[in-house]
């Protein structure tokens, strides 16, 4: 059960109640979608979050959900290579919700069109939670698909992970995923012992430019000023 998309669809419900006083026409929308947030948030497992080696001797870190260019990838290392299983595309995390925004937008204005972006909000999180399971249950983990992203920890050249985003250089490819709030303090250590000296924090590199900045003042001391004495 997902609770964020359960109370997401009772207080569309109950919204859509009180607008339907003053405008019964737009009932034909509001309720239909309120009933499915509420349904989805019923049927939807919430997500594993980060799991540290789970249960098997080739992965050392999981990650349920990472977006990489507007599209949701499960983030597998491995012992030698890094893994990005697409969950869903472009067409499920922005389109779908455009499209019931406009839906809603012709039923019930601005109140409408909020109504549809957050079912296509509710609606991805389901469909990629389902994905994620298909996944799991047919072992595809370690394997790369269609739409996957396959590269080679000899290939990459430089890992830097920065605030809640990781951003990959390679020799062939570079990109960039963001992580939800509290994903790259438990990454962080599991990283440092993929990567080693590949690998910088944020703390890393404000702690480099401090003391580069402490270096130049070494060096280029300010002149003594000259103090002459008060009368």
Same mark, same amino acid.
């Given at each position: 059960?997902?609770?964020?998309?359960? #109370?997401?669809? @009772?207080?569309? +419900? %109950?919204?859509?109640?009180?607008? !339907?006083?003053?405008?019964?026409?737009?009932?034909? $929308? &509001?309720?239909?979608?309120?009933?499915?947030?509420?349904?989805?948030?019923?049927?939807?497992?919430?997500?594993?979050?980060?799991?540290?080696?789970?249960?098997?001797?080739?992965?050392?870190?999981?990650?349920?959900?990472?977006?990489?260019?507007?599209?949701?990838?499960?983030?597998?290392?491995?012992?030698?290579?890094?893994?990005?299983?697409?969950?869903?595309?472009?067409?499920?995390?922005?389109?779908?919700?455009? #499209?019931?925004? @406009?839906?809603? +937008? %012709?039923?019930?204005?601005?109140? !409408?069109?909020?109504?549809?972006?957050?079912?296509? $909000? &509710?609606?991805?999180?389901?469909?990629?939670?389902?994905?994620?399971?298909?996944?799991?249950?047919?072992?595809?983990?370690?394997?790369?698909?269609?739409?996957?992203?396959?590269?080679?920890?000899?290939?990459?050249?430089?890992?830097?992970?920065?605030?809640?985003?990781?951003?990959?250089?390679?020799?062939?490819?570079?990109?960039?995923?963001?992580?939800?709030?509290?994903?790259?303090?438990?990454?962080?250590?599991?990283?440092?012992?993929?990567?080693?000296?590949?690998?910088?924090?944020?703390?890393?590199?404000?702690?480099?430019?401090?003391?580069?900045?402490?270096?130049?003042?070494?060096?280029?001391?300010?002149?003594?000023?000259?103090?002459?004495?008060?009368?």
């Amino acid at each position: 059960m997902r609770k964020n998309i359960l #109370v997401a669809g @009772v207080t569309l +419900l %109950a919204t859509a109640l009180l607008f !339907g006083v003053s405008y019964p026409a737009g009932l034909l $929308f &509001s309720i239909p979608i309120s009933i499915l947030n509420i349904i989805l948030g019923l049927i939807t497992r919430a997500p594993p979050g980060l799991e540290i080696q789970p249960e098997s001797a080739n992965i050392r870190l999981l990650i349920d959900r990472g977006v990489v260019r507007a599209s949701i990838y499960q983030l597998v290392f491995l012992n030698s290579k890094l893994i990005l299983k697409r969950l869903s595309s472009v067409m499920v995390t922005v389109i779908l919700a455009f #499209v019931l925004a @406009v839906v809603g +937008l %012709a039923f019930l204005f601005i109140v !409408g069109a909020l109504m549809g972006g957050i079912t296509g $909000f &509710s609606l991805q999180e389901f469909l990629t939670q389902r994905m994620r399971n298909k996944i799991g249950s047919e072992m595809e983990l370690t394997s790369v698909e269609k739409g996957d992203i396959e590269i080679e920890y000899d290939d990459i050249l430089e890992v830097r992970l920065v605030k809640s985003r990781l951003y990959l250089t390679a020799r062939n490819k570079s990109l960039s995923a963001s992580f939800p709030r509290g994903y790259s303090r438990k990454m962080k250590p599991m990283l440092e012992s993929i990567f080693e000296s590949r690998f910088t924090a944020e703390e890393s590199i404000r702690a480099a430019d401090a003391a580069e900045k402490e270096n130049e003042k070494r060096q280029h001391p300010r002149g003594d000023r000259s103090k002459f004495p008060r009368r």
